[in-house]
């Protein structure tokens, strides 16, 4: 491969690695886990370039990638109901000292959303934080558009009433 | 207080934007006239904004340094590729369209193949792109007969004297001719093969300012490029560049 086709391919990757490792973690809620999710990622994004549709969202086509290889990674593994909580202590600190009022809520809402079912987490992770619509969130999912929308009212009430648990 | 698990859905979808406008209206009324549910609606929305907050802090601490370093590795053991959709991808369509009307014979003029946006250097590399496409094959077993007729529409279309003969050059076999255009400004390709490797000798009558030849390597290609004019030129072939640069050279004075 030439250099420059290397660099270009290289800056559409790059560009999303974080988000990529992101939607990962809430995947399988293992640091380690995700980043060898995004690496294989990668590397099929890499080897199926040619499926990638000209003009459409590069990040879509990698999230649905990384979806297909968690979906195929648990089923491999046989990933118990129950694993999969997020640890939110560790994503975040990294010297005791630095946390701040921010941080500190930020880890409880962590806690919070790793506690949650992992179909909630996923629909959660998509929908307020990658801004996917609730069709699109549905199309990736592989659900009607009334699971996504149950999903996110129940996960939304499970975290405003810890929320409000935790305040009382 | 709790509001029923329907009302929850409502107000959710409400936030994120999904009911349709009577929905929108009916749920509207009723916040207009229930502090319960306009209650359960803020704190909803707050829980949202919290929501996204942690996961913007979880962002920042992705191991990114170590996932480009895989991702590295990952390219340097990957084979050579012909082109990746994911690089102006609208040259590469329009280039696989060329192809395939060629290989049906359409005649000169009769089709021609739109690539993409303005700039002066970005016509050279949609043109780049294009040639990862080609093989020995693209151009048929023999120059195509339709050669004369393909050179005349390009003649009219780019101003420029471009026949058989003025086109020949030494140790390359002209093959065919393709009127193209590039942001709406006529492009023609005159394509040659050098033994098996195709070169393409590409013209643009896109008011170009003039440039003096010069020779630079793109994508695995040497490429010489230069303008006069009003009219860009580039000549790419993935040949060694001192014999593309003498080449280029003699095309420039046929034509210039």
């Not at chain 1, 809402?109 to 801004?131: H, N």
């Not at chain 2, 229930?34 to 942690?54: F, I, K, M, S």
């Amino acid at each position: 491969m030439s250099n420059e086709v290397r660099e270009e391919v290289r800056g559409g990757l790059e560009a999303h690695l974080a988000r990529l490792w992101r939607y990962a973690l809430s995947l399988s809620g293992a640091r380690d886990v995700a980043e060898d999710l995004v690496q294989a990622t990668c590397v099929r994004a890499i080897e199926r370039a040619d499926q990638f549709q000209p003009g459409t969202r590069l990040d879509r086509w990698l999230f649905s990638i990384l979806r297909s290889i968690w979906l195929n990674e648990s089923r491999a593994r046989r990933v118990r109901a129950g694993q999969g909580v997020l640890d939110a202590g560790e994503a975040l600190s990294v010297d005791g000292a630095h946390e701040i009022e921010t941080n500190i809520s930020a880890a409880q809402v962590l806690r919070a959303i790793g506690a949650l079912p992992s179909a909630q987490r996923e629909t959660v992770l998509l929908v307020y934080v990658e801004g996917y619509s609730y069709r699109e969130a549905a199309e990736l999912l592989g659900a009607p558009i009334g699971t996504v929308m149950s999903r996110l009212a129940a996960a939304r009430a499970t975290l405003t009433r810890t929320h409000e648990t935790k305040d009382a | 207080m709790a509001t029923s698990d329907e009302d929850d859905g409502k107000l959710t979808a409400y936030l994120d934007g999904e009911l349709d406008q009577a929905e929108q209206a009916a749920l509207e009324a009723r916040l207009a006239s229930e502090p319960n549910l306009r209650e359960r609606l803020e704190a909803l929305r707050a829980t949202a904004d919290r929501t996204r907050v942690a996961f913007a802090a979880l962002l920042e601490t992705a191991p990114v340094a170590d996932m480009r370093a895989r991702l590295d590795a990952a390219l340097a053991a990957t084979p050579a590729r012909a082109a990746w959709p994911w690089r102006r991808s609208v040259a590469a369509i329009a280039a696989a369209v060329a192809i395939v009307a060629f290989a049906a014979g359409l005649g000169a003029g009769r089709w021609s193949g739109s690539l993409g946006d303005a700039d002066h250097d970005d016509w050279r590399q949609a043109v780049v792109e294009y040639m990862e496409l080609y093989t020995p094959e693209s151009f048929g077993p023999a120059p195509s007969p339709r050669l004369a007729e393909a050179l005349a529409t390009l003649s009219q279309r780019l101003g420029a004297p471009l026949d058989v003969d003025r086109l020949q050059v030494p140790g390359l076999s002209l093959r065919v001719a393709i009127p193209l255009q590039y942001d709406g400004a006529p492009l023609g390709e005159i394509a040659y093969l050098d033994g098996a490797t195709p070169v393409a000798f590409c013209i643009t009558r896109n008011g170009e300012a003039d440039a003096a030849l010069t020779t630079s390597s793109r994508g695995g290609f040497a490429v010489a490029s230069w303008a006069q004019g009003g009219r860009g030129f580039m000549l790419i072939g993935a040949i060694p560049s001192d014999r593309l640069t003498i080449l280029a050279r003699a095309l420039k004075e046929k034509t210039g």
